[in-house]
């Protein structure tokens, strides 16, 4: 029996999530670099923007463009033709964000305003 | 009579002796929460949380962490354990809870990532003495091979050591139902087990922290953990607040023990001329009581704290 053999371990824990329907709200300089990152992909191809642990205040935002993963944890938003995910886990940290698009060298790209956060990191891209 | 009563105090404390280790070994128990993390990509999830870089971490490795809420203040102290696919963390006595919910709510949506309790299935045993290598070469345990940054294995359970105030204390983590039978092989090698008072009194002398100064009242660096915080490794909850106390010196607080001839509540204290110094832990020892304080820095070099109504207490660096 090694260490992790012994009696005592629960199931895995799981935590409850709170999912709401999410409203995102993209800036036309937002829709513009989405458009020309996602190079004509649209119609197979999504935009995931999610919440993870860490940054320095707690969460960092990700966005990815992916191939459409079809399912259902995930809430659909169209932003111009194009398709944004937010997985239900995510919903209640990412409703009601604001994304812009910063055509800048220094500090420039995409840029979230997150309503839900009681701080944010001096470099924008964590929050808690 | 106030004059005359600190004059006596401080006499007192200076008669104080010093800890003086068990010849062999002594057993003692040191309560903790346990959290088992499983997936494949386990050890970015906590190189994204802790204060210590954990993505180079070895089959076995060793490295003590804090989980650091974004106002740099201690959620957790961790001693991950790297098996593979599965980490096991050591935590704070009554901090599993919420680190196990910590972690989990930041689980990307596309890693595999399971978080397990495990506070009743492993203990966590300390073993402290002048002869510890001899008790647990007596087991039949390479010596040679305890480190502070590996775990070796000993039947079921996982053995390294620590370094505190210059003495070597030997960590076990042994699954709870076979506590007692390893327990019993380390008394028939020479190693006693410590009463709750004594046990508090060696923890204090050595400087062993715990869940009473690793907390969510304290900064890593009040608490000289500066070596379990990573300013190199990027982003982690409480980072930016880390690195502004790094670069600009501004620690105001610091951790020490305190010698005095009676005991001192724990909580805050107002002491005159120095400010308000946080007692975290009191017990008796041999000649008097010790403690650990968080006091003003300038406190620090202070040979004597006065708490009024004549108790003094030597301080002493940690």
């Known amino acids: 029996m090694g260490i992790l053999g012994g009696e005592g371990f629960s199931l895995p824990v799981v935590t409850p999530t709170i999912v709401v329907d999410v409203k995102i709200e993209f800036t036309e300089p937002a829709k513009r670099a989405m458009k020309s990152t996602m190079n004509d992909d649209e119609n197979t191809h999504v935009v995931v923007i999610s919440a993870q642990s860490g940054g320095c205040s707690g969460y960092m935002y990700d966005m990815k463009i992916v191939e459409d993963p079809q399912d259902d944890s995930f809430q659909r938003i169209d932003v111009g033709g194009m398709t944004v995910l937010v997985h239900n886990k995510d919903s209640a940290m990412l409703n009601g964000i604001r994304v812009d698009y910063k055509d800048t060298l220094m500090g420039g790209g995409f840029q979230i305003d997150n309503p839900n956060a009681d701080r944010s990191c001096g470099c924008g891209q964590s929050f808690g | ?318």
């Open chain 2, 1 to 318: 009579m106030r004059t005359v009563l600190a004059v006596a105090a401080s006499l007192s404390v200076e008669r104080m002796p010093p800890l003086e280790l068990h010849p062999v070994a002594e057993v003692i128990h040191s309560p903790c929460s346990v959290s088992v993390v499983k997936g494949s990509t386990a050890l970015d999830h906590m190189n994204r949380t802790l204060t210590v870089d954990t993505s180079e971490m070895r089959y076995k490795d060793r490295l003590d962490g804090l989980l650091c809420n974004a106002n740099g203040r201690i959620l957790d102290r961790l001693m991950v354990c790297n098996l593979e696919d599965e980490i096991l963390l050591i935590g704070n006595h009554g901090s599993g809870k919420e680190t196990r919910e910590n972690l989990i709510q930041g689980i990307p949506w596309e890693e595999e990532i399971t978080v397990m309790d495990g506070d009743m299935a492993i203990s966590h045993l300390r073993l402290v003495g002048n002869a510890v290598n001899r008790c647990l070469a007596g087991l039949g345990v390479d010596t040679l091979e305890i480190s502070e940054e590996r775990w070796i294995e000993y039947g079921s359970a996982l053995i390294s050591c620590t370094q505190y105030n210059k003495s070597s204390v030997i960590e076990i983590l042994v699954p709870t139902v076979e506590r007692d039978a390893f327990s019993s092989l380390l008394h028939e090698n020479g190693a006693v087990s410590s009463d709750r008072n004594r046990s508090e009194y060696v923890r204090i002398e050595l400087g062993i922290l715990d869940h009473r100064e690793m907390n969510s009242s304290f900064l890593p660096f009040e608490l000289n953990l500066g070596h379990m915080v990573n300013l190199d490794k990027g982003c982690y909850p409480g980072q930016e607040i880390h690195a502004r106390m790094d670069s600009r010196g501004k620690v105001s607080r610091g951790i020490v023990r305190l010698s005095l001839q009676s005991g001192v509540d724990v909580g805050k204290h107002k002491v005159a001329g120095v400010g308000n110094i946080t007692v975290t832990t009191s017990t008796t020892a041999p000649g008097g009581f010790v403690a650990l304080a968080v006091v003003p820095l300038a406190a620090i070099s202070l040979e004597e704290l006065s708490f009024g109504v004549g108790l003094t207490a030597a301080v002493h660096s940690l």
